[in-house]
T-cell receptor
Framework: ETGVTQTPRHLVMGMTNKKSLKCEQH?????MYWYKQSAKKPLELMFV???????ENNSVPSRFSPECPNSSHLFLHLHTLQPEDSALYLC?????????????FGQGTRLTVV | TQLLEQSPQFLSIQEGENLTVYCNSS?????LQWYRQEPGEGPVLLVT?????EVKKLKRLTFQFGDARKDSSLHITAAQPGDTGLYLC????????????FGKGTLLTVNP
């Protein structure tokens, strides 16, 4: 148990569906992240939120829409995805504005787009 | 763009053997973390090193940060099947640059 909880753990969706991934952290951290992990690729940073404000969007397609209502919750809204978007989506949190960032990850959501 | 290269990419060994995996970059990092990830799970933080030349030990695992803070190594003594997993290194820029740069990882398999 790392203090970061992601739901659902597994998701299968069609290309016309709309779904959302949820992440919740109970560590008192103020930065939250969405990462995408595909086979044979490094972890890809998608979005960064610091104190609920989005501070980074790494050229992510608009079919991925993040939402951070408060510093403990992070959502990733999905719509009209493509099969190549199938991957493990990981949420992480950390204390921002410190010298040594340590990220704590959730267990991930395994997404399959059919 | 900061990049971290990990080697080897894959490593399969027998129980009881020793091994070393490497994490190299041309960039300087203020800190470097090592994570282990098991299939279907998120990465779990193992250690953070922050000082050039620093060595940290975690049971049978020894982590070293290079003097110039550009590279790191992880040495496992007498590997066990429970050590199997994807080992990821990640570099932190420090200060207001709190994002991490991850390497691709080393996939370690320890056979009984």
């Amino acid at each position: 148990e790392t203090g970061v909880t992601q739901t659902p753990r597994h998701l299968v969706m069609g290309m016309t569906n709309k779904k959302s991934l949820k992440c919740e952290q109970h560590l008192g951290h103020n930065a939250m992240y969405w990462y995408k992990q595909s086979a044979k690729k490094p972890l890809e940073l998608m979005f960064v939120y610091n104190f609920k404000e989005q501070t980074e969007n790494n050229s992510v397609p608009s079919r991925f829409s993040p939402e951070c209502p408060n510093s403990s919750h992070l959502f990733l809204h999905l719509h009209t995805l493509q099969p190549e978007d199938s991957a493990l989506y990981l949420c992480a949190s950390s204390r921002a504005n410190t010298g040594n960032t340590e990220a704590f990850f959730g267990q991930g959501t395994r997404l399959t787009v059919v | 763009t900061q990049l971290l290269e990990q080697s080897p990419q894959f490593l399969s060994i027998q129980e009881g053997e020793n091994l070393t995996v490497y994490c190299n970059s041309s960039s300087v990092f203020s800190s470097l973390q090592w994570y282990r990830q098991e299939p279907g799970e998120g990465p779990v933080l193992l250690v953070t090193v922050v000082t050039g030349g620093e060595v940290k030990k975690l049971k049978r695992l020894t982590f070293q940060f290079g003097d110039a803070r550009k590279d790191s190594s992880l040495h496992i003594t007498a590997a066990q099947p429970g050590d199997t997993g994807l080992y990821l290194c990640a570099g932190g820029g420090g200060g207001s640059n709190y994002k991490l740069t991850f390497g691709k990882g080393t996939l370690l398999t320890v056979n009984p």
